[in-house]
């Protein structure tokens, strides 16, 4: 294992957020790809949890790890970040590919019409009509929309369907009920 790092115990509710990319200067910064367009719960949590890339040669750790960050921020398209347990760019470099991940009880609360991709992932789709339309597999980010992506099946075969989360189609969104209600009809 990497000098430094503590051995930890990935929470239940953890959540992968991004990767370590590579190194950033000579001080033991590294650069971190979000998986998100808004990195607010890298930057939520003061304590981020690592697992080895799950195409690494040789890892620098095996398991689960913790970071105490001392600071993360914006920089160009990726964050930045340093932590304590790592000190020069050598221990930087040895974390590339490196999973992270928050607990999600550390994320930032959403505003009332907000949601995290996360916590949409397995809800059941139905239109205005009560008829299901599939559940939410994934979400895609177009650019100027996010696509909802559903699974469905039909004549036992897998399908999948997409529709726009946008307010013009998406009518309710019930987390706790795990449920989203759409204008959209099964033949669109």
């Known amino acids: 294992m990497a000098p430094g790092l503590e051995p930890a115990e990935l929470p239940a509710d953890a959540v992968e957020v991004g990767r370590i990319h590579d190194a950033w200067g000579i001080k033991g910064w590294f650069k971190v790809?979000?998986?998100?367009?808004?990195?607010e719960a890298l930057f939520s949590s003061r304590r981020w949890y690592l697992q080895p890339p799950e195409k690494a040669a040789k890892p620098a750790f095996a398991g689960t790890v913790l970071l105490r960050i001392r600071e993360a921020r914006e920089h160009a398209d990726s964050v930045v970040a340093s932590a304590r347990e790592v000190d020069?760019?050598?221990?930087?470099?040895?974390?590339?590919?490196?999973?992270?991940?928050?607990?999600?009880?550390?994320?930032?609360?959403?505003?009332?019409?907000?949601?995290?991709?996360?916590?949409?992932?397995?809800?059941?789709?139905?239109?205005?009509?009560?008829v299901e339309l599939g559940t939410v597999r994934d979400l895609l980010s177009t650019g100027p929309?996010?696509?909802?992506?559903?699974?469905?099946?039909?004549?036992?075969?897998?399908?999948?369907?997409?529709?726009?989360?946008?307010?013009?189609?998406?009518?309710?969104?019930?987390?706790?009920g795990r449920r989203i209600t759409v204008d959209w009809q099964p033949d669109y």
């Open 145 to 176: 929309q996010t696509v909802l992506v559903l699974a469905y099946e039909a004549d036992g075969q897998p399908h999948e369907r997409m529709i726009p989360f946008v307010a013009a189609y998406v009518d309710q969104v019930d987390v706790a």
């Open 88 to 130: 020069d760019r050598e221990a930087a470099e040895a974390l590339r590919g490196a999973r992270i991940f928050v607990p999600r009880s550390s994320f930032p609360t959403p505003a009332d019409d907000e949601y995290y991709w996360v916590d949409l992932i397995g809800l059941a789709v139905v239109n205005r009509e009560g």
């Open 33 to 39: 790809q979000p998986h998100s367009a808004s990195p």
